[in-house]
């Protein structure tokens, strides 16, 4: 089976909210991990990523943020904007082992008005 | 800096027929995955590829699926005779190397190729 997956399929939000967007993972070899954004009939927009040396990394309007203990990563997007829905995916690397990234389901976010 | 190109945009085949899709990667990125999707499902790894060498085939069917990327020119990935269940979205991502370490390069996505088989 997979070894990362979202807890929630669906995120519906008010505009101005933040939203979380949760990812677990299960392999503890994982050492690079990618939050893509996926919107309708367009393929995957690297986000933010993350290496398994840190626990947390910023971007604009993004915060990335690893738990290596619970293997957990989570995706927080400040001040939820319309223009923010689509699918989100984690994706995992484990680098001394492969090459491909390992993507989870998604997390569908809604964002309204 | 135009980002990862694929053509055609949508292609549709009766079964039995060939499948032929072409994925152009980042200026200066020599290395390029593909990937396909389901519907409803993330993207599933099929083949990493440098030019004029296949890598990493793990992911690929071991019959009807071929992939190459020449040393001038797209990367092409081929399926012949396809069947309903070849129908989905198929993606491209490049990356400009495999840095020191091991450690791998942001992979970035083409706009893919959706294909339907009837």
């Known amino acids: 089976g997979e070894s990362v997956g979202l807890h929630l399929p669906t995120l519906s939000v008010q505009e101005g909210d933040n939203s979380i967007i949760n990812c677990a993972y299960s392999?503890?070899?994982?050492?690079?991990f990618i939050w893509y954004k996926q919107e309708s009939g367009k393929g995957p927009q690297f986000i933010i990523d993350i290496r398994s040396n840190m626990d947390k990394r910023q971007g604009q309007r993004v915060t990335v943020l690893l738990n290596k203990t619970v293997k957990h990563l989570s995706l927080q997007i400040a001040a939820t904007q319309p223009g923010d829905s689509a699918v989100y995916f984690c994706?995992?690397?484990?680098?001394?082992?492969?090459?491909?990234?390992?993507f989870g389901k998604g997390t569908t976010l809604s964002v309204s008005s | 800096n135009a980002g990862v190109m694929q053509n055609p945009r949508h292609l549709v085949r009766r079964r039995g027929q060939e499948a032929r899709l072409r994925c152009s990667p980042m200026k200066g990125h020599s290395h390029v995955y593909w990937y396909r999707q389901l519907p409803e499902e993330g993207l599933k790894f099929m083949v990493y590829?440098?030019?004029?060498?296949?890598?990493?085939e793990s992911g690929m069917p071991k019959e009807r699926f071929s992939a190459e990327f020449p040393k001038e020119g797209p990367s092409i990935l081929r399926i012949q005779q396809v069947v309903r269940g070849d129908s989905a979205a198929y993606f491209c991502?490049?990356?400009?190397?495999?840095?020191?370490?091991?450690?791998?390069?942001?992979?970035?996505f083409g706009p893919g190729t959706r294909l339907t088989v009837l």
């Open positions: 590829l440098q030019k004029e060498n296949i890598i990493d």
């Open positions: 392999n503890s070899a994982s050492d690079y």
């Open positions: 991502a490049s990356s400009p190397r495999r840095g020191t370490s091991g450690i791998t390069d942001t992979q970035y």
């Open positions: 994706a995992e690397i484990i680098n001394q082992a492969g090459t491909a990234l390992i």
